[in-house]
């Protein structure tokens, strides 16, 4: 690890100038992924900033009759909040789903939104990756794929987006507030905060260089049945090769958001509008666009029967 500079700030306003006056330099909260990132050298921050101290840890009823999530909400309070569990329980269930009790009694909800990939190109440093060093080219393509992207890929980046809990915000239409070093604020619907790979993987969300995640805001709830459900090569501690996200009424409408075949997760308004037709129509697409490697394309073929049981289940229940 190389040295770092280290600060504890006092507001959002002050971090995102402080971040903006030390080129280089990182918010930390919670810390799960920037450590790891940065014991490999994958991640070199000259600088830290603790955001640690920020009164941005609490779950509060908005006007509208959601909730407002703050940025340092570590990921065990809001999978136990009651509110989550009763209205938003698709949440709550990707949350328990993901990591161990451990890394969520500290990961937070502005972290998750923002952790890199797993890609396994992309933590060796001795292999070419776009998304960590630009330009030097994708060691999966043509390497070892079975993790990777289905779709929504570029010729430049196949990874996939890892987090169980923005598969859910993709699915309940979350947005997210941000402070910038000038004062501004600004609300990013969730479906426009990742960038797609093209040409430039390493740019991951469209946040400018200081702007800071203070909350992220959920709408009213929608009712339905919620399910999650999670596909992966052991029953714990290991990301999802296929991850479905589902709420399903009673009249057989609803909407689905599909995590680990992409770099974001993978929603499609004209995949939800099929709902009633059953899961074939929905699944044809979500993945209309699809481009496997010869070692993931097992992933069409996982997904598409994952999604046909949640929806099964779905609409089993009374």
């Known amino acids: 690890m190389k040295a770092f500079s280290y600060e504890k700030v006092t507001s959002p306003l002050e971090a995102a100038r402080r971040v903006q006056q030390n080129p280089g330099a990182k918010f930390i909260a919670g810390g799960t992924n920037l450590l790891d990132l940065m014991k490999l050298e994958i991640e070199t921050p000259a600088h830290l900033i603790d955001v640690n101290g920020l009164a941005l840890d609490k779950v509060e009823p908005t006007q509208q009759g959601g909730l407002r999530i703050g940025a340092l909400v570590r990921n065990t309070d809001l999978a136990a909040d009651m509110r989550v569990r009763r209205d938003y329980a698709v949440l709550s269930r990707a949350l328990l789903a993901g990591a161990s009790g451990q890394l969520r009694n500290q990961a937070t909800t502005a972290g998750n939104l923002l952790q890199r990939t797993r890609c396994p190109y992309f933590y060796d440093t001795y292999q070419p990756c776009n998304k960590r060093q630009p330009g030097s080219g994708c060691a999966a393509i043509g390497g070892y794929s ?11 980046c196949i990874a996939t987006h890892p987090s169980d809990m923005v598969v859910a915000m993709r699915l309940l239409d979350a947005t997210i507030e941000t402070v910038s070093p000038d004062g501004s604020e600004r609300a990013i619907p969730i479906n426009e905060f990742y960038r797609t790979p093209g040409q430039t993987p390493h740019l991951e969300t469209v946040l400018n260089a200081g702007e800071f995640i203070t909350a992220v805001l959920l709408p009213p709830p929608v009712g339905g049945t919620h399910i999650y459900r999670k596909v992966r090569d052991r029953a714990s501690y290991a990301f999802a090769l296929v991850s479905i996200a589902a709420i399903v009424h009673r009249d057989n409408s609803g909407r689905i958001a599909v995590g680990g075949v992409a770099h974001q997760p993978w929603r499609r308004t004209s995949a939800d509008s ?17 481009q496997p490697t010869a070692d993931n394309q097992f992933k069409l073929i996982l997904a598409k029967r994952t999604l046909a049981s949640v929806l099964a289940e779905a609409r089993a229940k009374p």
Do not use: I, T
């Open 146 to 156: 079975r993790q990777h992207a289905v779709v929504g890929v570029s010729n430049d």
């Open 274 to 290: 099929e709902l009633p037709k059953g899961s074939q129509p929905v699944f044809d697409k979500l993945f209309e666009d699809a």
